[in-house]
C-alpha cells in the first residue's frame, strides 16, 4: 500500500528533472481542454459539459502517452525535450491506436450513458444555461440524477482503468499487441487490487483538483500523473525474457 505514493513522488522527481519539456506538454492539454469547453458552451451544449469533463478519466491513459517517452529519456541518461513527448508514440502506434479505439469505446459508452440519465430525469426539455446545473445540485431530482450518474461512471472508469493502467505503458516499452497490454493490466490490478484501488483513487483526486482550478493545475497534475504511471508500470509488470541456448 505504499508503493502508490513512491509511484507520485518518482513523478514529481521527474517534473523537477525536466520542469520545461512538462510545462509545455501539460499546457498543451490545458489548452486543448479550455478549447473544447468553450466549443461545448458557445454551441450550447451546456447539459453535456458535465459528462464531457468527467469523460477525461477514460482518456487520460492517452492523454500521458508523451509523459512515457520523457521518462524514458530521463532513464536513458538523455536531457529531455519535446521530441521525446511528441514522438515517442511512433515505433508503437499501430497498437496504441487499438488501445485508443478500446478507450475511445468507454468514452462513448460514457457520454451515451450519461446523456440517456439525463434524458431519464429530466425529459427532452433541456433546461436553460441559468437553471441546468441549479438544478442538479439543488434539487432531489437533480441529486438523484448526480448519484445514479457518479456510480455508473465510477464503474465504466475503473473498467478503462484496469485494462488500460499499465497497458499503454507496456505498449511503450514492448513490442507486444495491444490485448497482450490489456492482460498485463488486468493481472497487475487482480494481484494488487487494494494499492491498485488506492492507485485509481489517487489519480481521480489529482485530476478532479486539476479540472477544479478552471483546468490550469492540470498543466502541473498531468505530466505528474503520467511520470507516476510509468514508474508504477516498472514496479508492476515484469517480463520473463527467454533463455538463451
Not at 440519465?117 to 427532452?124: E, V
Not at 511503450?172 to 487482480?190: P, Q, Y
Not at 484501488?197 to 478552471?214: D, K, P, R, S
Request: proline residues 4%.
Amino acid at each position: 500500500m505504499d508503493n502508490p505514493k513512491s509511484w507520485l513522488l518518482a513523478g514529481v522527481e521527474d517534473f523537477r528533472r525536466a520542469p520545461v519539456v512538462s510545462l509545455a506538454y501539460g499546457i498543451f492539454w490545458v489548452g486543448l481542454s479550455l478549447a473544447v469547453t468553450a466549443g461545448a458552451v458557445t454551441m450550447g451544449f451546456w447539459h453535456v459539459l458535465l459528462p464531457l469533463i468527467a469523460g477525461f478519466m477514460f482518456i487520460g491513459p492517452l492523454v500521458a502517452v508523451g509523459t512515457y517517452g520523457v521518462s524514458q529519456a530521463i532513464e536513458r541518461g538523455q536531457t529531455p525535450h519535446l521530441g521525446h513527448a511528441l514522438g515517442c508514440w511512433r515505433p508503437h502506434a499501430g497498437q496504441l491506436a487499438m488501445m485508443g479505439l478500446m478507450m475511445m469505446i468507454f468514452f462513448l459508452a460514457w457520454i451515451r450513458l450519461a446523456t440517456l440519465l439525463f434524458a431519464l430525469f429530466f425529459g427532452m426539455n433541456v433546461p436553460n444555461v441559468d437553471t441546468i446545473y441549479l438544478s442538479l445540485f439543488t434539487t432531489l431530482q437533480g441529486l438523484i440524477m448526480l448519484a445514479v450518474g457518479t456510480a455508473i461512471g465510477g464503474v465504466l472508469a475503473f473498467g478503462a482503468f484496469t485494462i488500460s493502467v499499465v497497458a499503454i505503458p507496456t505498449l511503450m516499452d514492448r513490442d507486444l499487441t495491444f490485448m497482450e497490454g490489456i492482460e498485463a493490466s488486468i493481472r497487475s490490478v487482480a494481484h494488487n487490487f487494494r494499492p491498485m484501488l488506492l492507485w485509481a483513487a489517487i489519480l481521480t483526486g489529482c485530476v478532479v483538483a486539476g479540472v477544479l482550478t478552471f483546468y490550469i493545475g492540470l498543466a502541473l497534475v498531468l505530466p505528474v500523473l503520467g511520470y507516476a504511471s510509468w514508474h508504477a508500470y516498472e514496479d508492476l509488470v515484469r517480463f520473463e525474457e527467454p533463455e538463451k541456448s
